[in-house]
């Protein structure tokens, strides 16, 4: 049997209808297409965090439960005293934990679409049904659809991303209030984009028993690490936590993160700076002739392209050095659709003259 039949007799249908997650190679470009802070340590920083490196035993295993860390990230992220953190290799690994978990025969997976591309991927790793629900021309929810789909769909998980992933909005308060109160199952609240919106659910953690939240430390300039953290009520979270695997935390990551959070002033400074660089961006963007832009409280702008086409225009950024992220091959609401990540002062006018060059 050739490679080609085993493959077709061994690999599910569905996953080989996926097409990979593709990350583009951004070498020598102006990179803002992952929602990636721009700005750097100071050198002080720097080295400071490279001594305590230095002293950390790599013959050894990491502290496989990040005991140190969970508390400092607890505090850290105002996490209520009576709930468990748990943590994973970004925000993409306690996603396919959290799946994991509850994935049995029949099981659905529910979230408003468009939304993060990773909650219906790992639904489709695990053999789980995805249900998207699409979101109203404004981005908002369409609560009628979503209420509908949950009692006809009993989803064991809902993915709600606060802020949404494109579309930088927030969703009604009152309105995920009501979705999390409804849903039979898990609902999760993403809030990867926290440090730009300022608003959270962290605080209603126990005062809804099924609710849990998660947070990245990706976008607050630590990507590198890939860390993501997962908080809610400890009976939940040990159950869940057993499907996680042994040492997923390196001990490089813990000491880093650990150091970070000693200096969360900073972390924070530039969480302010990049704010007022968005604001900044949009207003640029809005003043362009055939662009329309949507207000964002993430750290990335979603904009529309009018007369030229959006796949031209993302070519001719790129010709030009800049790289962005094009979604008009989602179709739907994203066709002609673009998203920027907001960079530095100086990255953004480079992007804006790029742009205005590509129109």
């Known amino acids: 049997m050739s490679s080609e039949k085993k493959v077709e007799a061994l690999i599910r249908p569905e996953i080989r209808a996926l097409k990979a997650y593709h990350v583009p190679d951004a070498t020598g470009l102006i990179k803002l297409d992952a929602m ?4 750097s340590w100071p050198e002080a920083v720097r080295r400071e965090w490279l001594d305590v490196l230095s002293r950390v035993g790599l013959n050894r295993y990491p502290d496989p439960e990040a005991r140190v860390l969970r508390r400092r990230l607890q505090a ?9 953190v748990m943590l994973g290799n970004g925000s993409d690994e306690l996603i396919q934990i959290v799946l994991m978990a509850v994935s049995k025969p029949g099981a659905v997976v529910l979230a408003p679409t468009p939304t993060f591309v990773m909650y219906q991927m790992v639904a489709v790793f695990l053999g789980m049904k ?6 109203q021309q404004d981005f908002s929810l369409d609560m009628a659809a979503m209420i509908k789909a949950v009692e006809q769909h ?3 998980v809902i993915f709600l991303a606060y802020p949404n992933n494109p579309t930088g909005n927030l969703f009604s308060r009152a309105d995920v209030a009501q979705l999390i109160e409804k849903t039979p199952g898990l609902a999760v609240l993403d809030e990867a984009y926290h440090a730009f919106a300022g608003q959270s659910f962290m605080d209603q953690l126990g005062k809804r028993d099924n609710l849990l939240v998660l947070r990245t430390l990706s976008k607050q300039g630590l990507a590198g690490l ?12 040990e159950e869940i936590n057993k499907v996680r695997l042994p040492y997923n935390i390196g001990s490089l990551t813990q000491a880093s993160a650990e150091f970070a959070l000693t200096h969360l002033a900073l972390l924070e400074e530039q969480a302010r700076q990049i704010r007022q660089d968005r604001e900044q961006l949009f207003q640029a963007l809005s003043r362009l002739s055939g662009i329309h832009a949507w207000p964002s409280l993430a750290n990335f702008i979603l904009f529309r392209t009018g007369k030229r086409e959006a796949d031209h225009v993302f070519e001719s950024l790129r ?4 790289l962005i992220k094009n979604l008009n091959g989602v179709g739907g609401m994203l066709k002609g659709c673009l998203r920027v990540t907001v960079g530095t002062p100086e990255e953004n006018s480079a992007f804006l003259k790029a742009l205005e060059a590509a129109l």
């Open 154 to 156: 009993n989803p064991a």
């Open 226 to 237: 890939r860390l993501g953290v997962l908080a809610g009520p400890a009976a939940w979270l």
């Open 76 to 84: 850290a992220l105002a996490v209520p005293a009576e709930m468990d």
């Open 130 to 135: 995805f249900v998207g629900v699409p979101l």
């Open 36 to 39: 990636e802070n721009p700005y």
């Open 319 to 322: 010709a030009q050095g800049v």
